[in-house]
Structures are given as C-alpha cells and as structure tokens.
C-alpha cells in the first residue's frame, strides 16, 4: 500500500540527513579525491552526477531499468508483441485452454481464458492501463505535493500550520477506502477518474517530506548569501531551495509509484477501478477468481507479470534512493 | 505528560472533524438514491419519497446534515439503514469483533515475524542470509495481497490442507490463521527492512561496544540494548499500519469470507448506504489518530532520553 512508504517514522529525518549531504556535495569544487572518482574531472560535481555514477555501476538499477523500459515499450506499442486480439473471444474453441507451449509468445502460450480470449495478449494490452495511472499519478502527486510542502516549509508560521492541518486531514482518510468512496460514485472508470481517485489522496506524503526537506535546507548559508544579495522569494524557492531539496522527494515518489500500481490493481480487483472494455491487469485477476480451482492460469500470469512490474518499480526506486544517500555510501 | 496529552487530544479535534467532512461530503455527493432503491423496480410514490427524505433530514444543507451527524454520533448514534433499517451502531458492533481478532492476529504476526526476519538480518548485514530475507520481503512487498490470499488459500488450503480456506467460524483462531498471515504479510515485509536497517545503524553504536566491554552476555547486548534501541521506527509503522489493517481487510475478508469491517464496508458501498460507510471510516479514523498518540508516547518508554512536558 502506497501510503506504507518505505521511511522511518519521522519524514523530517531522512530528508534531512540527504539535504545536508547534499549541500557540500553541490557547492563543493572537486578536490583531488573526488577528481579520481568523479565522472567529469575538473568539473564541479553535483549531487546527481555522483548519484547516476553510482547508479550506472549497480546490477539492481541495470536490471530494473531494463525490465521497466520494456514494459514502457509494451505500454506504447503493444502491437509490437503479440498479433491477437485481446478482446476476440472464442468460446467453443478455447473456453479455458490450457497453456500450449508451441513456441514462444504466440496467442495461446499462456492459454485462454472464461471468455476464450487469449491471456497473453490481454496482460500486453493491459500494461498500459497499469504504466500510465501509476506514473501519472506520481507525477500529479509531485507536483501538487511538493508544491504545498515546499510552500509550507518555505514560509513557516501561519501558512504552514494551515498547510500542515490540511495535510494531516488527508493522511488520516485511509487510502484505499477513501479511493474506493470516491470511485463508487462514476459509473464508468476511465484511467482519468482512478488517476484522480489516487492522487486526490495519495499526495500527503510527498507534501510531508518536501516540507520538513525544505525546512532543513532553507537555513543553509547559501539561501541566506542569496537572500542578502536581493534575490525574490520565488527566485530563492526554484533556484536555491528547490535543487537542494528535491532528492529525498524523488525518492519518496519513486516508491511511491508501485504502491499507486499495487493500487489500482486493488481497486479493479474490487470491482472499483477501470470498467470494461478497458483492459486491465487487476479486473483480469477478478474476473479469473471464479475459476481458480479449474483453471489457475487465468489468475496466475497476469499476477506473476503485475508483481514483476511492481518489483521492478521497488528495486528502482530502492537503488536510487541508495545512490542519493550519501550517508549509506 | 498530561499537559503533553491534553494538547494532542486538542489537536486531534481539528483533524478529526476535517476528516469526517471531507469523507461525509464525498459520501453525499454521490449519484444514486437509497430513497428511490427502496421500491426496487416498482414505480415510486414522489409524495412517500418526499416524507422519507424530510423524516431523514436529507433535505437540509450538506452542512447541517454533518452537523446532525456529528452531534449524534457524539451521543453514540450513528443512524440507521436506509435499505435494512438496522442501527448501523449494531452494523459496527457485530463486524468489530471479526475484524478486532484478524487484525490483532496479523499484528502479533507481523511483529514477531518482521522484527525477528530483521533481526536475523540486520546481525548478518551483507551475509547470505541478510540478502535472502531482503529479496524475500522485495517479493512479498511487491505480490498484491489479493495474488497472495489466493495462493496460500490454493496451496495451504486446499492442496495441503493443513488449514481451512474459508473461515466458517470466525471465533475460532485456528481459522484465522491463514487470513491474518495474508493481511500480515505486506506489513511484515516492511518491518523486517525497517528494523535491518535500525539494527545496522545502531549496531556499530557507542553504547554496543560498552555493553560488549562490560563482558554482557550476547542475548543481553541484542535483546536489551540493540533491540530496545532499533525499535523506534518499527513501533511508529506498526501503529500507523493498524489502520491500514483495517482497511486491508476489505480484500482479505473478501476472500476469506468473514463477515468483519471490511465485508461490512464494502457492502455498504455497493448498496450507496452512505451512513453506514461514513460511520465505520470515521471509526477508523478515530482508531488511527489514537493510535498515533499511543505510539508517540510510546517513545518515550523506548528512549528514555525523549521526554514530554
């Protein structure tokens, strides 16, 4: 569950422990240590070039990365990996067939399914149902709650208190059972309605971390250097602050987006996510529960690919966060 | 302590009642009307629908009927059915002792579990075992529990059959098993990392090496001083996860069919029985702000070094 986001209690401490390594990180220029080591001697090295130089050198980041560009190519193109038909149903000819490995990834390589419709090419159309509400989701929650909790954090007193009892609201609606309520009430789900259901109250988390990040970094010397040399507030906030403050936010998001995927499977699972004749993942799942004990395959390959997508998110998101973490280097 | 408390029950009101709004307003905007589902197909009578509506209140402001409902439930009336007539105070009462049983279950499980999978890891940071607990946690975390209730009820259930696949008794623990280890292993999963990573930061600690040098045996330097010091963060997750619990359990008692919170919930959603949805999300959000002022006290018996005025 996304609202689970793999942090210690306090948002406000691995945010700060990554901002304050960030800090010398940045401003630093590259002393002969780091010449050695860095991508680009003689250059100043920044936060995120030694984080992609981290990044570029781990099996977990090459593996993810691989399987997660694939799946972006499936979610684009899904023509590109199969020639059926994912909605053709043949009811007299494969009503529940099982597997038949003739060879590799033609239609009936994983079987049919109840409505005779080929299951592999039903789990290649539905990964893009999957891909787009999960990153459109984390992308609306980035900015809608990073802009509240770097508003928050930036200006303190009044507005932050608001800010953060607004915040607090929000968190304490369950996540799912609060998506579940708004969705009830649409008849039809497109990938629009369950991206908005998600992010209406998935953005709490991100506004926490960017505000208690913000706040560490907004007294750093710098801010204060440019605040004293006639810089405006919004100058200060996306040039100075935002840069700085930024990484823990990324990281929390990246988690974030297999939780929103694990989401909507929840959700079409329960019969409140995508309507027909939208294809996906999680209303495959629920339709395939009737036949469990005849049929395992129906329910087993469509889990085994959605659980593959969703690792893959995990093991991203895991590595880059490493790699931002000076304090684990 | 007490001047602590008191102004965190103070600011629980705020949150409390912006909560319910927003979950009361999201409820009533919905389309679909309970009123008009009374008469099934048969064509209704507009002047009865008109009587029902004014005897219920739903002619009022959104506002003031929130209002009504807070002052009730504050008076331990949470309304009735429309469809059943029933008090949905009743609803609550009989579904809680379910769900009360699973989800103190799936705790006991993911604390002894998850903290002993990190434990065992966390002392072995680097090893063989430590990177085998990791990918397994990796996995649990990322098999949606649906996918993971169906497997271990395939397997466990009816392959096996070492346990019941579907609870008929729900007061019988023996049943509840199987549901709880579902429900429990999302969680699980997390806190076993949580407290490896808690346990690997703490364990190069000043205060572990003088335990080690005052020559105590190892079970007292792990149990006492390592553990006692990792716990922070996990006891942090599992209080905030005891609502997640709750709310998890639409999925597990689903599949398991037990008639707890969940079932009742989702239920109330497919009939629009907004009340009676309204009424248990509230009670769950009662349930989570309490939790997280327990845990925050919590702290402080951990770490003696964190004290409230």
């Given at each position: 569950?996304?609202?689970?986001?793999?942090?210690?209690?306090?948002?406000?401490?691995?945010?700060?422990?990554?901002?304050?390594?960030?800090?010398?990180?940045?401003?630093?220029?590259?002393?002969?240590?780091?010449?050695?080591?860095?991508?680009a001697?003689?250059?100043?090295?920044?936060?995120?070039?030694?984080?992609?130089?981290?990044?570029?050198?781990?099996?977990?980041?090459?593996?993810?990365?691989?399987?997660?560009?694939?799946?972006?190519?499936?979610?684009?193109?899904?023509?590109?990996?199969?020639?059926?038909?994912?909605?053709?149903?043949d009811?007299?000819?494969?009503?529940?067939?099982?597997?038949?490995?003739?060879?590799?990834?033609?239609?009936?390589?994983?079987?049919?399914?109840?409505?005779?419709?080929?299951?592999?090419?039903?789990?290649?159309?539905?990964?893009?149902?999957?891909?787009v509400?999960?990153?459109?989701?984390?992308?609306?929650?980035?900015?809608?709650?990073?802009?509240?909790?770097?508003?928050?954090?930036?200006?303190?007193?009044w507005?932050?208190?608001?800010?953060?009892?607004?915040?607090?609201?929000?968190?304490?609606?369950?996540?799912?059972?609060?998506?579940?309520?708004?969705?009830?009430?649409?008849?039809?789900?497109?990938?629009?309605?369950?991206?908005?259901?998600?992010?209406?109250?998935?953005?709490?988390?991100?506004?926490?971390?960017?505000?208690?990040?913000?706040?560490?970094?907004?007294?750093?010397?710098?801010?204060?250097?440019?605040r004293?040399?006639?810089?405006?507030?919004w100058?200060?906030?996306?040039?100075?602050?935002?840069?700085?403050?930024?990484?823990?936010?990324?990281?929390?998001?990246?988690?974030?987006?297999?939780?929103?995927?694990?989401?909507?499977?929840?959700?079409?699972?329960?019969?409140?996510?995508?309507?027909?004749?939208?294809?996906?993942?999680?209303?495959?799942?629920?339709?395939?529960?009737?036949?469990?004990r005849?049929?395992?395959?129906?329910?087993?390959?469509?889990?085994?690919?959605?659980?593959?997508?969703?690792?893959?998110?995990?093991?991203?998101?895991?590595?880059?966060?490493?790699?931002?973490?000076?304090?684990?280097? | 302590?007490?001047?602590?408390?008191?102004?965190?029950?103070?600011?629980?009101i705020p949150?409390?009642?912006?909560?319910?709004?927003?979950?009361?307003?999201?409820?009533?905007?919905?389309?679909?009307?309970?009123?008009?589902?009374?008469?099934?197909?048969?064509?209704?009578?507009?002047?009865?629908?008109?009587?029902?509506?004014?005897?219920?209140?739903?002619?009022?402001?959104?506002?003031?009927?929130?209002?009504?409902?807070?002052?009730?439930?504050?008076?331990?009336?949470?309304?009735r059915?429309?469809?059943?007539?029933?008090?949905?105070?009743?609803?609550?009462s009989?579904?809680?002792?379910?769900?009360?049983?699973?989800?103190?279950?799936?705790?006991?499980?993911?604390?002894?579990?998850?903290?002993?999978?990190?434990?065992?890891?966390?002392?072995?940071?680097?090893?063989?075992?430590?990177?085998?607990?990791?990918?397994?946690?990796?996995?649990?975390?990322?098999?949606?529990?649906?996918?993971?209730?169906?497997?271990?009820?395939?397997?466990?259930?009816?392959?096996?059959?070492?346990?019941?696949?579907v609870?008929?008794?729900?007061?019988?623990?023996?049943?509840?098993?199987?549901?709880?280890?579902?429900?429990?292993?999302?969680?699980?999963?997390?806190?076993?990392?949580?407290?490896?990573?808690?346990?690997?930061?703490?364990?190069?600690?000043?205060?572990?090496?003088?335990?080690?040098?005052?020559?105590?045996?190892?079970?007292?330097?792990?149990?006492?001083?390592?553990?006692?010091?990792?716990?922070?963060?996990?006891?942090?997750?599992?209080?905030?996860?005891?609502?997640?619990?709750?709310?998890?359990?639409?999925?597990?008692?689903?599949?398991?069919?037990?008639?707890?919170?969940?079932?009742?919930?989702?239920?109330?959603?497919?009939?629009?029985?907004?009340?009676?949805?309204?009424?248990?999300?509230?009670?769950i959000?009662v349930?989570?702000?309490?939790?997280?002022?327990?845990?925050?006290?919590?702290?402080?018996?951990l770490?003696?070094?964190?004290?409230?005025?």
């Amino acid at each position: 569950m996304p609202e689970t986001a793999d942090l210690p209690g306090a948002p406000g401490t691995p945010a700060a422990s990554l901002a304050k390594g960030a800090v010398p990180a940045q401003t630093a220029p590259a002393g002969p240590a780091a010449a050695e080591a860095g991508p680009a001697p003689g250059k100043p090295r920044s936060l995120w070039s030694d984080a992609w130089y981290e990044l570029r050198r781990r099996p977990t980041f090459l593996v993810s990365a691989a399987v997660i560009v694939l799946l972006l190519l499936i979610a684009a193109f899904p023509g590109w990996f199969t020639s059926a038909d994912p909605r053709f149903g043949d009811l007299e000819g494969h009503y529940l067939q099982d597997p038949q490995l003739t060879h590799f990834f033609s239609p009936e390589w994983l079987g049919y399914n109840q409505q005779g419709q080929s299951i592999y090419a039903r789990m290649i159309y539905g990964t893009r149902s999957s891909i787009v509400i999960g990153i459109s989701v984390t992308a609306i929650v980035l900015v809608f709650g990073g802009l509240l909790g770097m508003i928050a954090g930036f200006f303190g007193g009044w507005v932050d208190a608001v800010l953060s009892r607004v915040t607090d609201i929000f968190m304490g609606i369950p996540f799912l059972l609060g998506s579940m309520v708004v969705l009830v009430s649409f008849d039809e789900r497109s990938e629009l309605t369950v991206t908005l259901a998600l992010a209406f109250l998935g953005w709490t988390v991100v506004a926490r971390v960017m505000r208690g990040s913000v706040i560490s970094v907004k007294q750093a010397d710098y801010v204060a250097a440019a605040r004293s040399l006639g810089a405006g507030t919004w100058r200060l906030m996306l040039r100075h602050v935002l840069p700085n403050a930024i990484a823990p936010v990324i990281v929390v998001a990246m988690v974030a987006l297999g939780g929103y995927i694990t989401a909507e499977a929840v959700l079409s699972y329960l019969g409140l996510g995508l309507t027909e004749p939208a294809i996906s993942w999680g209303g495959d799942i629920n339709r395939a529960q009737d036949q469990i004990r005849v049929a395992e395959h129906v329910l087993l390959f469509p889990s085994i690919l959605l659980s593959i997508t969703i690792l893959s998110f995990l093991m991203l998101g895991d590595a880059v966060r490493d790699a931002l973490d000076p304090k684990l280097r | 302590m007490g001047r602590y408390v008191a102004r965190r029950l103070l600011q629980m009101i705020p949150v409390f009642i912006g909560s319910t709004l927003v979950i009361f307003l999201m409820m009533y905007s919905l389309p679909g009307d309970p009123i008009r589902a009374l008469w099934g197909e048969r064509a209704p009578d507009e002047a009865q629908m008109a009587l029902i509506r004014e005897r219920l209140g739903l002619d009022d402001p959104l506002l003031v009927q929130y209002w009504n409902y807070l002052t009730g439930i504050f008076q331990g009336d949470f309304g009735r059915q429309i469809g059943t007539r029933r008090e949905i105070y009743d609803v609550i009462s009989e579904a809680l002792p379910a769900t009360l049983r699973l989800t103190g279950l799936a705790l006991l499980i993911t604390a002894v579990v998850g903290v002993g999978m990190g434990l065992i890891a966390g002392l072995r940071a680097g090893g063989k075992t430590d990177r085998g607990i990791l990918f397994v946690t990796l996995l649990l975390i990322s098999v949606p529990v649906f996918v993971i209730g169906y497997v271990y009820q395939t397997y466990f259930g009816h392959r096996l059959g070492w346990m019941e696949p579907v609870v008929q008794d729900d007061q019988d623990f023996a049943q509840l098993w199987l549901p709880a280890l579902v429900l429990a292993s999302l969680s699980l999963a997390y806190v076993a990392r949580l407290t490896r990573t808690s346990i690997v930061e703490n364990r190069r600690a000043d205060y572990m090496r003088t335990a080690r040098a005052k020559g105590l045996p190892a079970h007292r330097i792990v149990g006492v001083h390592l553990l006692r010091n990792s716990m922070i963060p996990v006891v942090t997750f599992l209080g905030v996860d005891l609502g997640n619990f709750m709310a998890g359990a639409v999925v597990t008692e689903g599949i398991f069919n037990i008639n707890g919170i969940g079932n009742a919930v989702y239920r109330a959603l497919a009939a629009r029985e907004g009340a009676t949805v309204v009424g248990i999300v509230t009670f769950i959000i009662v349930v989570y702000l309490f939790i997280t002022l327990i845990v925050d006290l919590l702290y402080a018996v951990l770490d003696p070094r964190i004290r409230y005025a």
